[in-house]
């Protein structure tokens, strides 16, 4: 089985390597990919858009699946978004873990004008 871990928005792959590690010591196969932009500098990022991260994170993801029978994504803040979206294109399997921030929290209804 393989674990695909994508990192945070400005974050970079040492922010998830104790995860990376513990799966790798469990015996999972582990990609722990740094997004584009990442890990370098603020003008980098600036240059880079979501369809970057997107093809990085499937490349990932594909590359693991030809090596493993299944494969879990785990996935931090644009990460989960990342985690998200390859649970829908891929139906990855067995799973996948997403922690990501609301952007808006609706109102209650009861609250509402």
């Not at 399997?93 to 609301?102: K, L, Q």
Request: hydrophobic share 40%.
């Amino acid at each position: 089985m393989g674990v695909l871990i994508l990192h945070g928005f400005t974050g970079n792959p040492y922010s998830m390597r104790p995860l990376a590690e513990r799966c790798a010591q469990a015996g999972y196969s582990v990609e722990l990919p740094r997004l584009p932009g990442h890990g370098t500098s603020l003008e980098d990022l600036v240059a880079r858009r979501w369809p970057d991260f997107v093809e990085v994170a499937l490349t990932n993801f594909d590359d693991l699946a030809q090596r493993c029978d299944k494969v879990a994504v785990v996935g931090l803040s644009v990460g989960g978004g990342l985690t998200a979206l390859i649970a829908e294109e891929r139906r990855a399997s067995p799973g996948a873990c997403s922690s990501t921030r609301c952007s808006r929290v609706p109102a209650p209804r009861w609250n509402r004008d």
